[in-house]
């Protein structure tokens, strides 16, 4: 756990140290509704992100970005009784971001990583993200689904995911 957030809070620097050379730091909120498998032990999805783009042509942006993803547990009840309650888990993705502009300030893009669990008994697992969203000058808002391949740990039998759905809104330094 240690190395996790020595690693993230190097990548972290190491984006703001680019930062103030020039622009394209985002720092993002994003909510999320789990879906699929993930709806079944979560009810809720938050977290925050801080990427760095870097433009590789007129409307092409190339970069790397570290966040926190937590995902709320969900309970069970039977008669109004609580009967179990499922853990909240949390992850740090370590990811590339890619974001295409079009010409009228809408804008696809994409993330690929590898999502770090926080949570102990779980292992990390693969991250990706696509999106799709409209550019203002100092802001982004997006829509986008949300994939982690993570589990418990020691299990080779179980191949958990955690889906979302989410909305965010970047604000540009």
């Given at each position: 756990m240690k190395k996790v957030l020595l690693t993230a809070t190097f990548a972290v620097a190491g984006m703001v140290g680019v930062s103030a050379q020039t622009t394209g730091v985002e720092g993002t909120v994003h909510v999320?509704?789990?879906?699929g498998e993930t709806a079944d032990v979560s009810s809720f999805n938050i977290g925050v992100d801080l990427a760095y783009l870097h433009p590789i042509a007129n409307n092409f942006k190339l970069g790397a970005k570290v966040g926190y993803d937590h995902f709320i547990g969900k309970e069970y009840k039977i008669n109004n009784v609580v009967v179990a309650e499922k853990d909240d888990v949390g992850f740090i993705p370590l990811a590339a971001t890619a974001k295409y502009e079009f010409g009228n300030n809408l804008f696809v893009g994409a993330d690929l990583g590898y999502a770090f669990a926080t949570t102990d008994g779980y292992e990390g697992?693969?991250?990706?993200?696509?999106?799709?969203?409209?550019?203002?000058s100092t802001w982004d808002l997006y829509a986008g689904y949300k994939g982690i391949s993570a589990g418990p740990e020691n299990n080779n039998t179980v191949d958990w995911k955690y889906n979302a759905v989410s909305v965010g809104f970047a604000y540009k330094f």
């Open positions: 999320g509704i789990p879906v697992g693969l991250f990706w993200q696509p999106k799709i969203g409209y550019s203002a």
